[in-house]
């Protein structure tokens, strides 16, 4: 089992530019949730996908959208990147049900 | 903003348990105590939850005080691989959202 699986690794990208950002949840998984985190402070949640519909959203701007796709995995959108926006962007992933939430490494977005 | 408050840092010596504490005293009834830890530059990863009993499973125990507005995280022997950042974290069931503070500096020190 691979766990959590995110792709890419790093990214630099220019402000105003799009990016998109990819998550493969745990094997059996159905749900996943995207975090921001900015150096030195715990993650940030961003938002929820559950059968492919955003289930629940955090305090972010709409730059901040995703999809979830039938196999379950899922992807992060940010448009008119800031350089705010640079951070370390987790996925994690559970079932509906489970208390447990398995995190990925992470990408690392850098704007510049 | 986290309902939590912990301690900014730690150390602990290895071999020795590690005795991590958290407030809660806003916490509610249906509410539980989850906690995770982040080694540097890693994901965070479960450790574990309890609601109103005291827990224990293979990486560590937790112990919730019977009017449920703190919590501590016992690491029964630590070793240098626990260093990391712990966080403590109040939430509902299910895959809930989770709402991380900034967690405690855990160093463990040879």
């Known amino acids: 089992d691979a766990g959590v699986t995110q792709s890419p690794t790093h990214l630099i990208k220019t402000r105003g530019q799009q990016v998109t950002l990819r998550c493969s949840p745990k094997?059996?998984?159905?749900?996943v949730s995207w975090y921001q985190q900015a150096l030195g402070q715990g993650p940030q949640f961003i938002f929820q996908y559950y059968e492919e519909e955003e289930r629940q959203r955090g305090n972010f701007p709409d730059r901040f959208s995703g999809h979830q796709f039938p196999n379950y995995s899922s992807e992060l959108n940010v448009n008119a990147l800031l350089l705010g926006d640079s951070a370390l962007y987790l996925c994690?992933?559970?079932?509906?049900?489970?208390?447990?939430?398995?995190f990925g490494p992470g990408t690392r977005l850098t704007v510049t | 903003d986290a309902k939590t408050t912990q301690p900014t840092s730690m150390d602990c010596a290895e071999g020795r348990a590690a005795n991590l504490p958290c407030n809660h005293s806003?916490?509610?009834?249906?509410?539980?105590v989850y906690w995770y830890r982040q080694i540097h530059s890693q994901g965070p990863q479960y450790i574990i939850h309890g609601l109103k009993n005291n827990e224990t499973n293979e990486m560590a125990s937790l112990i919730i005080t019977e009017d449920r507005k703190s919590s501590t995280l016992i690491l029964p022997h630590a070793t240098l691989r626990d260093t990391a950042v712990y966080y403590c974290?109040?939430?509902?069931?299910?895959?809930?959202?989770?709402?991380f503070g900034k967690g405690t500096r855990l160093s463990v020190i040879a």
């Open positions: 994690a992933s559970g079932g509906r049900l489970s208390y447990e939430q398995y």
């Open positions: 974290i109040v939430g509902g069931s299910g895959n809930t959202p989770l709402v």
């Open positions: 094997s059996g998984h159905d749900t």
């Open positions: 806003t916490i509610s009834g249906n509410e539980y």
